[in-house]
Nanobody, 119 residues
Framework: QVQLVESGGGLVQSGGSLRLSCAAS????????VGWYRHAPGKERELVAS???????NYADSVKGRFTISRNNAGNTVYLQMNSLKPEDTAVYYC?????????????WGQGTQVTVSS
């Protein structure tokens, strides 16, 4: 069993910042990838940023230069620092961890945290 708990969402004005956290617990393997996705009303869910256990980050073009994904030394918490927020960043943000098991790929999701950016 894997548990992911997100925190840090809220309401912020355009141009402001927020930092999201995703704390993972349970059956975590040493090699995994953690991603932040977002889902806005009327839009498809999109991958915002991801990071592997090696620390290599990837970003959607829409957030490059504004968002930074990182993980703590223990590797069990992943952060998403969001700067220069725009109204179009408004969405529910979900944390996802993808791990390779002997039987295949294990995918787990957090409950989501709302981010609202006012203009």
């Amino acid at each position: 069993q894997v548990q992911l708990v997100e925190s840090g969402g809220g309401l912020v004005q355009s141009g402001g910042s927020l930092r999201l956290s995703c704390a993972a617990s349970g059956s975590i393997v040493s090699s995994n990838a953690v991603g932040w996705y977002r889902h806005a009303p009327g839009k498809e869910r999109e991958l915002v940023a991801s990071i592997s256990t090696s620390g290599t980050p990837n970003y959607a073009d829409s957030v490059k230069g504004r968002f930074t994904i990182s993980r703590n030394n223990a590797g069990n918490t992943v952060y998403l620092q969001m700067n220069s927020l725009k109204p179009e960043d408004t969405a529910v943000y979900y944390c996802n961890i993808r791990q390779r098991r002997s039987w295949g790929v294990d995918n787990n999701w957090g409950q989501g945290t709302q981010v609202t950016v006012s203009s």
